[in-house]
C-alpha cells in the first residue's frame, strides 16, 4: 500500500520561505514522476511542479516559476518543495502525488498524500 505523507506547511510571512517535505513509502517510485499540487478555498486543485523520481524533468507552472525548486533525496524517499519569496495568493493546501509518468494533469496522479496548509500573511 502507497503511504505519501506531507509535512512543513505552516503560517510565514510575505516574502518568507518554507519548505514542504513528502515522505513516501510502500512501492518503488524509480519508474513514477513526482508533483505537487495546491488548492485554495473555493478554487479546484491546480498543479505546482513536477519532476521524475531521479530527480530529472523539473517543470513549473509560470506562477511560481524561479521561486520555488522541487527536487527528490532518494535515500530518503522523500519528495522536496522549497518555496521562497512567497506571496498571499501562495495560501493553500499543498499536496504531493505521484503518476505513472511525467504529467501536469490531475486526473493522472495515481497516488496522493492528505495535504499541509499553508498560509501566507500580507
Known amino acids: 500500500q502507497v503511504h505519501l505523507v506531507e509535512s512543513g506547511g505552516g503560517l510565514v510571512q510575505a516574502g518568507g520561505s518554507l519548505r514542504l517535505s513528502c515522505a513516501a513509502s510502500?512501492?518503488?517510485?524509480?519508474?513514477?514522476?513526482l508533483a505537487w499540487f495546491r488548492q485554495a478555498p473555493g478554487k479546484e486543485r491546480e498543479f505546482v511542479a513536477r519532476?521524475?523520481?531521479?530527480?530529472?524533468?523539473?517543470y513549473y507552472t509560470d506562477s511560481v516559476r524561479g521561486r520555488f525548486t522541487i527536487s527528490t533525496d532518494n535515500a530518503k524517499n522523500t519528495l522536496y518543495l522549497q518555496m521562497n519569496s512567497l506571496k498571499p495568493e501562495d495560501t493553500a493546501i499543498y499536496y504531493c502525488?505521484?503518476?505513472?509518468?511525467?504529467?501536469?494533469?490531475?486526473?493522472?496522479?495515481?497516488?496522493w498524500g492528505q495535504g499541509t496548509q499553508v498560509t501566507v500573511s500580507s
Open positions: 510502500g512501492r518503488t517510485f524509480s519508474n513514477y514522476g
Open positions: 502525488a505521484a503518476a505513472r509518468g511525467m504529467t501536469v494533469k490531475r486526473s493522472e496522479y495515481d497516488y
Open positions: 519532476i521524475s523520481w531521479s530527480g530529472a524533468g523539473t
